[in-house]
């Protein structure tokens, strides 16, 4: 569905089914947008300027109550699985009734915006919201079109989002109340239930991950991306609490994006136009180009502040431990505009393994490299639930299952003949734990970190030994400037030497177990590459 926006919203609206809204607000500027949620008490303001949020009853993403409507288009193309669940499209238009009604008589916010900082592949979205905080972190993740532009914008995807509209998961072939469904006929996202903004940024990343690579042959990416000073494009894979946000702000290199990208012929381009970082534990001495960034403009959520002021207390986890922050790119005072780079000659594999077992850096062969990628790994740290004292694995094919309409394995190809094509470095970067496991090792240090990946990239690394590792056979160096060569090997930083043996077998036995789903498509190379159980 294809409309225009040239300033008259309310004739969208209505052309959405979308009628008798009480005031609709148009393309408000963040300062209007942040009173407005002042004077409805529905946040406050940080002593940064910032404003904070509260999203209520979700404070992240709920996968299983993510829906992709099963039609013509999508039945034979779309992997459905726990990720990807079916709805129909009655069910669909029974929720699209529902969430376009709910808005009769309510204020509506209307944001213009669009998505791929390369022009060849630019999606424009029209995003409609409940809430005007939401209108302001659409402003703040999404590329701005200028005013001349917006005269002759037209929308090909349009975004809903309705917090207080709930489902009848007995009528409406939902899990529960809360909604999130992706139409790819009618080129529609209907979120209902829920507040949390990341539902949006979600849907959206999920949108391109079909289009670019079945229709235009782009490799959409999970992952954070920099440029060096000669040019050099570097991404950084990695799931959630991995780094991917933390690294890629290096003020030695410009930032292109710290979440969501794609590869074409020429490079790599952005997806977004802001980022909406961790702010967990976040402080001015770690990561500053952040913790500056969350300022007048930039939206809090979920965080809470220091008793009897306004000065946000980051390192506590009441309301949740996914506290974030979205801002503009433009924030971040390195930032590459136009957000696109060329072809990457470094890719990092980011993982905080809770193990303690990995190495803290190693460089991978190309079947090792489609054999990680595809296993995407993870271990998380003991949670807050009664009697979880062990880290807990996480495999998440690409390193973004649940956004990956598509099988893996297609997105795994076009990996895989890229990373050939132009001979791209492929690191595996642990930012999890050494000398055991969480509990017991310490965590890697950031400034270690940093390090490795700038010997990574600066050729720091050209002349160094490596050796295989033992049981996942990754290439370890035996030195690396800035970093004590003693914590190169994770065996060396264990007391217990049988012990980390012991654990290294346990996590390679959980690797081959998981892929298997994958080996009847994988091939011989990337199933050698397999650990040594």
């Known amino acids: 569905m294809q409309m225009s926006s040239v300033r008259n919203p309310v004739a969208d609206l209505r052309e959405l089914g979308i009628e008798n809204a009480a005031n609709v607000y148009y393309q408000l500027s963040p300062e209007k947008l942040a009173e407005q949620t002042i004077a409805r008490k529905q946040g406050v303001y940080a002593d940064s300027g910032a404003l904070a949020v509260n999203t209520g009853e979700f404070t992240g993403r709920s996968p299983k109550d993510k829906f992709i409507v099963k039609d013509a288009i999508t039945a034979d193309t779309v992997n459905w699985n726990d990720f990807n669940i079916p709805i129909s499209e009655a069910n669909f238009d029974r929720l699209y009734s529902r969430i376009t009604s709910y808005f009769s008589g309510k204020d509506v916010w209307v944001r213009d915006c669009y998505a791929c900082a390369d022009e060849d592949f630019r999606v424009n979205i029209k995003v409609i919201t409940e809430l005007p905080w939401s209108s302001l972190f659409a402003y703040n993740m999404f590329l701005r079109p200028t005013e001349e532009e917006l005269e002759y914008m037209l929308t090909d995807w349009t975004v809903i989002q309705a917090p207080g509209c709930l489902a009848d998961p007995a009528t409406d072939g939902t899990r529960q109340q809360n909604f999130s469904v992706v139409n790819f006929t009618k080129k529609m996202i209907i979120i209902g239930g829920s507040a949390y903004t990341g539902e949006i940024k979600k849907g959206v990343f999920t949108i391109l991950n079909y289009v670019l690579p079945h229709n235009k042959n782009v490799l959409s990416m999970h992952c954070s991306a920099n440029q060096g000073s000669d040019g050099d494009t570097a991404i950084f894979f990695g799931l959630s609490g991995t780094g991917k946000t933390t690294l890629s702000a290096d003020p030695a290199r410009k930032l292109i994006g710290d979440d969501e990208h794609g590869w074409t012929s020429t490079g790599v381009f952005n997806f977004e136009g802001g980022c909406y970082a961790k702010c967990i534990d976040l402080s001015e001495e770690k990561e500053p180009q952040i913790f500056h960034a969350v300022r007048k403009g930039a939206l809090l959520e979920n965080i809470t502040f220091f008793p009897d002021t306004n000065t946000v207390n980051y390192a506590d986890k009441t309301i949740t431990e996914n506290t974030r922050v979205s801002y503009p790119l433009t924030y971040i005072d390195n930032a590459l505009e136009p957000s696109v780079g060329g072809i990457p000659k470094n ?126 056979g990754f290439a370890v160096p035996d030195a690396c400037p800035g970093v004590p060569d003693n914590i190169l090997d994770p065996r060396n930083t264990w007391e217990d030497k049988a012990a980390y043996d012991a654990k290294s077998k346990d996590l390679a036995a959980q690797f081959i177990r998981n892929f298997e789903k994958y080996a009847s498509a994988a091939e011989a190379e990337i199933l050698a590459a397999a650990p040594k159980a």
Request: with cysteine.
């Open 347 to 472: 890719i990092f594999f980011l993982t905080c393994d809770a193990y303690g077992v990995l190495p803290p850096i190693s460089k991978l062969s190309p079947g090792q490299a489609m054999y990680q990628f595809i296993s995407g790994y993870t271990a998380k740290v003991a949670g807050t639930e009664a009697g979880v004292t062990e880290p807990k694995s996480t495999f998440s094919a690409c390193f973004g299952a649940p956004f990956l309409p598509l099988h893996p394995a297609q997105y795994a190809q076009m990996l895989g003949e890229r990373m050939r094509k132009y001979a791209v470095n492929v690191w595996l970067i642990n930012t999890g734990w050494t000398g055991g496991a969480y509990g017991t090792g310490n965590r890697i240090k950031l400034s270690y970190t940093r390090a490795m990946i700038a010997a990574a990239l600066n050729g720091g690394l050209n002349n160094a030994t490596f050796q295989a590792h033992p049981v996942f």
